[in-house]
């Protein structure tokens, strides 16, 4: 009886450390790079060859708008509609009535696209470029429901064999018995 009690606690330890691991791991690279998201995933071919379909981005500093310079690669959201994540490269600053817009491109696309391009303002504005991850996000791309439960609970469940495999072992050596 108190063996199984010790066995759900080690089962809930590892689970709760493992949990606690990546909040933690989440909420410090929100705060070192200032932004409320700072993952993406490429998701189209515009940015090739700087970018490619399943790159991780790390985007940073969110509150830097008014330092943005022609040729920062940043990530916002779509002007018209703000429905999707983009990320192209900065090909004009100007001031428009007082507020500063910013036109982008990707750099495989031949022109700019009207909506999507701009007028970025500071409210679409999420972020710039900091660190690139090659081909991670194509991974990701195959964790939507029900795939990713089930690698997670894969994983749980290689911890729990793994655990109740230690217990056994101990138990043997304890009992002067070979566990196997």
């Known amino acids: 009886m108190l063996e199984n009690k010790d066995k759900k606690y080690s089962i809930i330890k ?10 933690l791991i989440w909420f410090a690279v929100k705060v070192v790079f200032n932004v409320d998201n700072p993952f993406y995933v490429v998701s189209s071919g515009s940015m090739i060859p ?3 379909v399943g790159d991780i981005l790390i985007v940073k500093d969110g509150n ?3 330092s943005l310079k022609v040729g920062d690669v940043i990530v916002f959201n779509r002007p018209q509609g703000g429905d ?13 009535f007082g507020e500063k817009v910013i036109v982008t491109k990707g750099d495989a696309n031949d022109g700019i696209i009207p909506g999507t391009d701009f ?3 500071e409210k679409d504005y999420i972020g710039t470029v900091a660190y ?7 991974v990701l ?3 939507n429901p029900p795939v990713n439960y089930v690698i997670i609970a894969g994983i749980i469940g290689i911890l729990l064999y793994t655990n109740l495999k230690k217990k056994n072992e101990e138990k043997g050596k304890l009992d002067g018995k070979d566990p196997l």
């Open 84 to 96: 999707r994540v983009i990320v192209h490269r900065i090909i004009e600053i100007s001031d428009r």
């Open 64 to 66: 830097t708008f008014n």
């Open 119 to 121: 007028p970025i303002r």
């Open 132 to 138: 690139t991850v090659p081909k991670v996000g194509l």
């Open 14 to 23: 590892d689970i709760a450390i493992i949990v606690i691991g990546v909040v």
């Open 141 to 143: 791309k195959y964790l």
């Open 50 to 52: 700087v970018l490619n």
